[in-house]
């Protein structure tokens, strides 16, 4: 709740047309840039994670953000703080991590300062050059509604991991895979408007924004959301492919002739405001929705 | 110390062209992009400064690196991770400030999460176009050492800072100017390689990375630096002029005959190594230089 009220007061306070995307899109550069913070305790746990792998997910993160814009990463600037306790090897995994994530992608400087606890700022730019930039609210009556993967894996293994086990599900959790070629198969190809975001919040939260910037309704069957089957062991499992977070999979509006590979169409853009799973509308999203400010 | 051990493991383990430097240049893109991290209790502390004035100084110290660079500060993205505990005026406050600094800049994006204390990563990005942009590795034998303007009055300002005092000194610390009309000055007009950097790590500091980078001798006369004859109060007054950080001037090395307004000659670059202060070669500066990594 708070985020969202603190983000009204930074876009009335600054009065720019760029807030409230994952993405900037600077025309003038042909680029788009993010920046996510990632914080000890808040985000990730050293108890669960290593430095190596924190490097790989931090990088991921957001090379999925510029993914969803379906521009190509091509930059990242990494700001990194650290406590005093922290040893060469902590920044010599950190950084494979972060180089093992980045194949395609330089890393051209950042910053390194002391700290309490790990807080790493990552700032990624992406090139726009012959691709078609999306937008939350391009999403257009008749669209189809399609996703590049599974989702709830990530949640479950954050669940697995505070109960002390390691299992596929951990693994992606801990080391997500962006998905650049969903993205490029769409940018490179496509000529009409489209909408696109990634679901680090959760494909809930995504199908949600998309909505509202559209003002329409995106229509979604269950049953076509792609899952491993092996999540149906978990009692609340409809809630962690709806709700849970940090698959990094794309979800977007596209035209219903437009043929995405390797994509899973999960429903489509109708009349209304708002998302309705299997013709029932979501109401009271916000309680399950993942949400940085809340207790 | 460690600082300088861990930038050493990450330019081995990236083998990137571009770390060393305060900011990248990306020649494909015509931009010089940079980061900072600011983090309460490391950078400042809320004793000391307000939302308002820590949102201005965010914006300053980032602006500065662009300026150091010759670059024309463009773009800021703004990524900010805040105790539960912190309000709406913080916020609201914190983006005037950030704004009020930074008036031909365009904020165009960042992030927003949770955190146990106060972290602010700032990347900002400068156009380059009919520019020249410096590198610290470019002062040639001949060239005379100018900086911007005085030295020593932020780290007398932090002192009193700690005495409970607020003074002009201690609004230089609080909310130094970044000199973008001196940076713009030469790069706009100079035509041949040229050094130059901010002095946010101290006036001693800068000159040593020139100075090494360039593999040539700084030969500094104190008498020409300017200072405020206030500072002579402060029985340490000479180590704040040279090694007291954060007063966000420039110190450049550009050829003998180029004229810059309002610009102090303090030096010429001559043949040798590193630094010295009236014939006197500064040996031992590191103890003297601000660490973040030093307890």
Redesign the interface.
């Known amino acids: 709740m708070k ?1 969202k ?3 009204k ?2 876009s009335n ?2 009065k ?1 047309e ?2 409230g ?4 899109y ?1 025309k003038d ?3 788009v ?5 990632l ?1 000890e ?3 990730f746990s050293m108890k669960f994670t290593d430095a190596y792998k924190l490097g790989y997910k931090s990088a991921m993160v957001n090379i999925s953000d510029i993914a969803a814009s379906g521009a190509e990463p091509k ?1 990242l ?6 406590p ?1 306790n922290i040893g ?1 090897e902590f ?2 995994n950190f ?2 991590g ?2 093992a994530a980045s194949d395609q992608i ?12 790990i ?1 790493i ?1 990552i ?1 990624a ?1 992406g090139l726009v050059k012959d691709r078609k930039i999306s937008s939350r609210k391009n999403a257009k009556l008749g669209y189809k509604v399609i996703v590049s993967g599974q989702h709830g894996a990530s949640a479950a293994g954050l669940k697995d991991l505070f109960e002390g086990k390691q299992n596929k599900f951990t693994d992606v959790h801990l080391m997500p895979e962006a998905q650049v070629n969903f993205s490029s198969s769409i940018s490179q190809n496509i000529n009409t408007d489209y909408a696109m975001m990634d679901t680090s919040d959760g494909l809930m939260d995504a199908l949600l924004q998309i909505a509202e910037a559209s003002n329409v309704m995106l229509d979604v069957d269950f049953e076509k959301i792609p899952y491993d089957k092996d999540l149906e062991k978990y009692p609340n499992y409809k809630d962690l492919i709806l709700y849970g977070g940090e698959d990094y999979q794309l979800v977007a509006c596209v035209p219903k002739d437009f043929e995405v590979k390797n994509s899973y169409e999960i429903g489509k853009v109708i009349e209304g405001h708002g998302v309705q799973i299997n013709g029932e509308k979501i109401l009271n999203a916000e309680t399950k929705l993942y949400n ?2 809340k ?1």
Chains 1, 2 share one sequence.
Do not use: W
């Open positions: 985020e009220e603190f983000i007061i930074i306070t600054l720019s760029y807030i995307d994952d993405c900037a600077l550069l042909g680029i840039i993010s920046q996510d913070n914080v305790d808040v985000h930059y600037t990494i700001g990194l703080s650290l005093h060469n920044v010599e950084y494979k972060l180089k330089t890393i051209v400087g950042g910053d390194l300062t002391g700290s309490d606890k807080f700022s700032t730019i940085h400010f207790e």
